[in-house]
């Protein structure tokens, strides 16, 4: 009888064996890739997870709805409204609550890295709860501002409206809660993207009436602004956001044979520049802050040119196309700053976005391009055939 057999390499057998249990192996096929895992291990289904940990929440929360509405002496409770006690306004109090407490205690528990020192591990969860919470909150606004204009004027008995409020409290939870279990690099990189940009719009579009564009980009978190806090925060939790990413990244880093002390600098670039995007948040460009605000502006960008002119010392085994592709950003940085500070075709504003937008997909590209070099180390030619 015809038997078929792997062949591989010395190396990742040595590797593997550092898994497998009595020498087994479970292989599956998932997204057009063959996945390795230890059988004996903990690989709980990310579902049944999710289903354990959210519905006993889910069920509180809909006869706390119930109690609440009972005890309001209303005969018939608004489907959506800000006026009066809702279905809407109890569901996203709740889920945003619940979200928030249920997401922090599964990362704890089951995602983040323990080894860490204790300041770390508090910040990074900390940090993506409040993120993962709040991206959550705002779907929960824009959706039932759909669902008021849609079923405007809607009404139900207080024991239908608290269990639909125990329905929309654990959709709400499973998502974060799923979440909250496969946390991943990429995941993080699109959190960033998700709350720098939707913060920066958010700001833009509260501050409209105000023509913040007449003055410059940082006028968004003055004093003068709007809503100057929806700026500022979206910048420090952008920072905090790019620090867990760092903590991830390095820690699968420093298991790479290439990890050497330049990607320890890299490591510290990166971490200075979340330092000064959190500075920029914390001290408006106002009064006594100005001079801080526009040095750590100024710093940020100036950190990503030395990162850039010093990209093929640092990664020297980088691609070609991404160190094409930083010089493009070089030049581009330079000569919207000739055109701003030399002849001023370019306003304060529009110079300010268009370093900041450069200067931070860069810093988000190069993450993504580290990521290559590292996994491309841990590439083994295999191969198959009969016996």
Known sequence: MTKNYLEIPDELFNKLSDYAQNDQLSIRLENQRI?????????????TLALHYFIVPSLLSGIVAMVIFLFAKHSQIAFTGSRHLSVASLSIILSTLLGFFGFLWIYLKKSCDLSKSKFKIFRESLTLSVAYTSIAFAVQIIFWYIIGKTFSGVTFDPFTAGFLVLVFVGIVLYFLISAAVSVTLSNLILLLFTTFIGGILVSMATNNQKDWWQHNFSFLGTGEATQRWQFNITLIFSALILLTITDFLFAEFSKSKLYNYKFKIIRIFYIIISILI???????????????????????????????????????????EFLTLSWAALIALIVSAFAFMSIHYLSLTVFEIIAFAISFTWLVMFINSLRG???????????????
């Open 35 to 47: 996945l390795l895992e230890n059988p004996d291990a903990s690989h709980p289904n990310k579902q």
């Open 373 to 387: 070099v590292v996994q491309e180390e841990s590439e083994w030619k295999v191969r198959l055939f009969q016996k």
């Open 278 to 320: 959190a500075f920029v948040g914390i001290f408006p460009a106002q009064s006594w802050t100005m001079p801080i605000h526009n040095n750590s502006a100024f710093g940020l960008v100036g950190v990503v040119l030395l990162m850039i002119i010093f990209l093929k010392w640092l990664v020297p085994s980088i691609s070609k």
